[in-house]
Every structure is written in structure tokens, then in C-alpha cells.
């Protein structure tokens, strides 16, 4: 049992390259969340799917998009990338019967030059 | 003004020795409060919730205050193994959005 699973663990991209990050879990949860940790700031929520099918903005979308793929997989898509979303990217996953106790991934360490 | 907001410390504790920090939330509708726990340059992970009467979780006790609209985390006997970020999380409204605070770091030394 794997958890939460993210690729890859770190990147570094050039502004105005886009790339996907992946995420996958195997506790068969129907909620998953896309956040990013800055220093000072706290996680921020970017994503989020409250169950396969369906996906909503969170705090901080602008620059993002996310697929929800199935009922493991939640990806999130850089099109055009910019310095400010240098960050550290975490997937979350949650269970209906209790939203609050999120199971985080590893996390994306991203760098835009 | 943040809508949680932590003192980033580090607050230094000597093995054995107790250590207390507070979070604020300036929403007052913020109806869940949680304790998250995250290691260096590690995921996040749940270390408890905290309830309107107190609650204790062994060596760790977390209280809530809406009057003044506080949670606290106090830690006895401290560890070295409990060093790491401790993270105030509040809910408010909608469905399963967690609001995170920026984090305490913890230091304890031998």
C-alpha cells in the first residue's frame, strides 16, 4: 500500500515551458486536493475533486489546470510556467467519511528559471 | 491579515522540558481546528484534532479558545524526535478546504 504517490520529485523548467505533475493513490479515497507550500505562507489550495468527475478552483488556480483521470489519479498542468510558481507541490487525498484528515504525497519540488 | 497565523519560532526546547505555542484564526465562523505535523523537507501528516473542551493525545494536549479565537498545542516531556513543524489548520464552510497556517518549527535539543 503505497498511499499517495507523486512524480517527479523534483524539476526545474525554464519560463514558458509547461509540464504535468502526477499524482496517484491506492486508498481508493474519493477526494483529492492539489496545494502549494511557500516559505511563510502556509499550504494554499490550487485544486481540488471532490469525487471522480468533478474538479473546482481552490485559493490559487490562476497558471493551473488538473485532470481528475480516474478515482487514483489527480494531475496538475503548468502550461506556460513562471517564476512565481517556483514552489513545493503536494497531492492530498481523503476519504468521504472524514474530509479533514488529508493524506499527503511526498511532494514536487519545482523550480522556474 | 492571514486568515491563520503562527508564530514561525523556532522555539528551542531542551529534551524532557514542556513547550507551548498558540494559532490564531481570524474568522470567527471557522468551525474545525486540526494539528498537522510536518518534518524537514517531508508531507504534512495529521497529529490531531482539536476539540472545544481540550483534548489530549499522550504527551500532547491541544486547547481551543473562540473567545479569543486561538488554538494551542502544548507538548510535555518533550522528544527529540518530536522536532519538526507543527501546522494549525482551521475549516471554514465549505467542503473538506483546509486553511494552513505557515507553522511552528519545534527544535528540541539533547
Known amino acids: 500500500n503505497a498511499g499517495v504517490t507523486q512524480t517527479p520529485k523534483f524539476q526545474v523548467l525554464k519560463t514558458g515551458q509547461s509540464m504535468t505533475l502526477q499524482c496517484a493513490q491506492d486508498?481508493?479515497?474519493?477526494?483529492m486536493y492539489w496545494y502549494r507550500q511557500d516559505p511563510g505562507m502556509g499550504l494554499r489550495l490550487i485544486y481540488y475533486s471532490a469525487s471522480e468527475g468533478t474538479t473546482d478552483k481552490g485559493e490559487v488556480p490562476n497558471g493551473y489546470n488538473v485532470s481528475r483521470l480516474n478515482k487514483r489519479e489527480f494531475s496538475l498542468r503548468l502550461e506556460s510556467a513562471a517564476p512565481s510558481q517556483t514552489s513545493v507541490y503536494f497531492c492530498?487525498?481523503?476519504?468521504?467519511?472524514?474530509?479533514?484528515?488529508?493524506?499527503f504525497g511526498p511532494g514536487t519540488r519545482l523550480t522556474v528559471t | 491579515r492571514k486568515e491563520v497565523e503562527q508564530d514561525p519560532g523556532p522555539f528551542n526546547v531542551p529534551e524532557g522540558a514542556t513547550v507551548a505555542f498558540n494559532c490564531t484564526y481570524s474568522n470567527s465562523a471557522s468551525q474545525s481546528f486540526f494539528w498537522y505535523r510536518q518534518d524537514c523537507r517531508k508531507e504534512p501528516k495529521l497529529l490531531m484534532s482539536?476539540?472545544?473542551s481540550g483534548n489530549e493525545d499522550g504527551r500532547f494536549t491541544a486547547q481551543l479558545n473562540r473567545a479569543s479565537q486561538y488554538i494551542s498545542l502544548l507538548i510535555r516531556d518533550s522528544k527529540l524526535s518530536d522536532s519538526a513543524t507543527y501546522l494549525c489548520?482551521?475549516?471554514?464552510?465549505?467542503?473538506?478546504?483546509?486553511?494552513f497556517g505557515a507553522g511552528t518549527q519545534v527544535v528540541v535539543t539533547p
Open positions: 486508498m481508493n479515497h474519493n477526494s
Open positions: 492530498a487525498s481523503t476519504t468521504s467519511g472524514y474530509l479533514y484528515e488529508q493524506y
Open positions: 482539536v476539540y472545544s
Open positions: 489548520v482551521v475549516v471554514r464552510g465549505s467542503w473538506g478546504k483546509l486553511q
